[in-house]
């Protein structure tokens, strides 16, 4: 029935999100190194469980609080199995910190919350009936694009009020997603680029990322809260939650950047 509303594209709204979640789960899944793994218990000469992940690009090993990379196709002595036809230093190991990681999931997990909230109409609901002798409840849902009514018989949107809090609540909440695309796309840039693995000026960028992502997103939710007279719902709290998952993510960068 929404899919019919000429005020509602939510056939298109959803092809979009969808489209969206493949790119991001088909993109994590390209770089990281869970495509296969191995596990090889203490030994004589060694001590610590050693596990291995295999990639469709990098190797990886965890062992204790060890967890390093490499190029694939690497031998145990660190040259490539096709050498010397290759530049011997991709297989040199690089050092990946855990709170990279730890930010690249959350990151993840933020970027998808912040976009259902973003573009659905959960931000704030209301319900009432209609005046007898119709006694229809009737249910309206408020988001900061759309609003819509519904009843037992017809759902219908249309455009949001054009208010100036609302207006401000857009402008942050629209900075906030595309600080957090950015964030995410630098920390992959950081993490599993070659190219720009390890370049402190992108782990700078990606935290930069990460703190403006939260700003604005949590701006944007204390305006919305403020001023919303209705009871707000599911959509608000899935960007306030994204906003504390990116402070989260760049207050772990923050931590690593001070060890480095």
Known sequence: MCCQSKNASCC?????????CAYILHMFGFYTVGWATADFPPGATNQLSVAWYFGLWDECYAAG???RCRKQGC???????????TDVTMCRYKDTSIFSMISFGLAIVGLLLDMFGFYTVGWATRQYRNIPPNDILIKESYGIWKMCLSTFFIHRCE???????????????TLGFIAAVAALI???LY?????TSGKRIVFILSMVACFIAAGCILLGIIIYGTKMDYNLSWSFALCCIAGIIFAVAGLLLAIDFCKR
């Open 159 to 173: 455009d949001a009020p054009d208010s100036g809090w609302l207006k401000a609540t857009q402008a942050f909440e």
């Open 75 to 85: 031998e145990p002595d660190g040259y490539p199995v096709w050498f010397p036809y």
């Open 186 to 188: 630098l920390i992959v």
């Open 191 to 195: 993490v599993f680029v070659p190219a």
């Open 65 to 67: 609080a060890v967890f």
């Open 12 to 20: 298109a709204i959803t092809s979009f999100v969808l489209a969206v």
